[in-house]
């Protein structure tokens, strides 16, 4: 019996002392972890907005319209989570645009998070990648220019996939072997627009933010 209860004070000795260690890790790397992100996030959208002076985080996502995924699903757009709502501005302050950043629950290997800028008349000025955990000399070839570049600086309401070779410029080549990762990019990139379009033109046009 003895035995059985020294075993027993063991176990939750050594339980209560790891649970300890792990919050006082998560504690320790929590700032810089958020430190991390928070640069990672800044960084992407300089690289979908160079011409930006600034960016203004007033946009609430959640707040300004929860039933854009019953919008998205109309539209055929599966699986496209609106994370955050970023605007780009000049020196002068005036509006260039937005970054969007939207998430993907559609990639082969988890979730894929983009940043996406889009100007004012609808032209996307490129797309800049938080998440994406697909299968090396696949899916993560989507990190190559010669597959994000294909969405820079084109003015469309819709992107298309292809595997037969992109003919327009709103048509996207798709990853050879990887098709479910190129899917997944462009049905969030086409999410980004259609939020920009359909909620953030309606607010910019009069609604109220």
């Known amino acids: 019996m003895n035995r059985i209860i020294n075993d027993t004070l063991r176990i939750f000795l050594i339980t209560l002392i790891a649970g300890v260690l792990l919050g006082a890790t998560y ?9 991390a992100e928070k640069n990672a996030k800044i960084e992407a959208y300089a690289m979908v907005f160079e011409d930006a002076a600034d960016f203004h985080d007033d946009w609430d996502a959640s707040e300004i319209d929860a039933s854009y995924s019953e919008l998205f699903e109309s539209q055929g757009i599966e699986g496209v989570t609106v994370n955050e ?21 559609k990639g082969y290997g988890g979730d894929v998070t983009i940043v996406v800028g889009i100007r004012n008349n609808n032209t996307v000025n490129g797309i800049s990648f938080l998440t994406l955990n697909e299968t090396p000399g696949l899916g993560m070839k989507a990190k190559e220019e010669s597959f994000y570049n294909q969405y820079s600086n084109v003015k469309t309401e819709k992107f298309r996939l292809t595997k037969t070779g992109a003919n327009s410029d709103d048509e996207i080549d798709a990853i050879s072997g990887a098709t479910r990762t190129s899917n997944a ?3 969030a990139v086409n999410g980004a627009l259609l939020y920009k379009n359909s909620v953030l033109g309606y607010y910019k046009d009069g609604g109220d933010k």
């Open 27 to 35: 504690m320790i790397t929590k700032e810089p972890i958020a430190e």
């Open 85 to 105: 709502v970023i605007t780009a501005v000049d020196k002068s302050g005036a509006i260039l645009g937005y970054c969007i950043t939207v998430t993907s629950s």
């Open 185 to 187: 990019v462009t049905s």
